[in-house]
């Protein structure tokens, strides 16, 4: 069983930055790829980015490449999303995922746990 909380995120114009984290608990963190999707009101969820196990692999939306950056730290039980250039169309709950195994899966039915979300909001 793995627990997922994120927290990072928070109002900010157009333009700015915000870095999310992603707290896991139990001690096989570093087995776990694990992935970044968002949800906008009355939208579906969407994935944005999955990092492997390892961190020798990643994969984006191309909605957001060359402006986020998914990493992680497996020594902190942590996994991050550094997002820049953050546009109105950015706003949306943003949740974490851990998924057991190898690659670094687009859909989120490939995932097996899920954080509770936090709330992104991009003003124009």
């Known amino acids: 069983q793995v627990q997922l909380v994120e927290s990072g995120g928070g109002l900010v114009q157009a333009g700015g930055s915000l870095r999310l984290s992603c707290a896991a608990s139990g001690r096989t963190f570093s087995s776990y790829a694990m992935g970044w999707f968002r949800q906008a009101p009355g939208k579906e969820r969407e994935f944005v980015a999955a990092?492997?196990?390892?961190?020798?692999?990643?994969s984006y939306a191309d909605s957001v490449k060359g402006r986020f950056t998914i990493s992680r730290d497996n020594a902190k039980n942590t996994v991050y999303l550094q997002m820049n250039s953050l546009k109105p169309e950015d706003t949306a709950v943003y949740y974490c995922a851990a998924r057991r195994g190898a690659g670094t899966p687009l859909v989120g039915i490939a995932y097996d746990y899920w954080g509770q979300g936090t709330q992104v909001t991009v003003s124009s």
């Open positions: 990092i492997s196990w390892s961190s020798g692999s990643s």
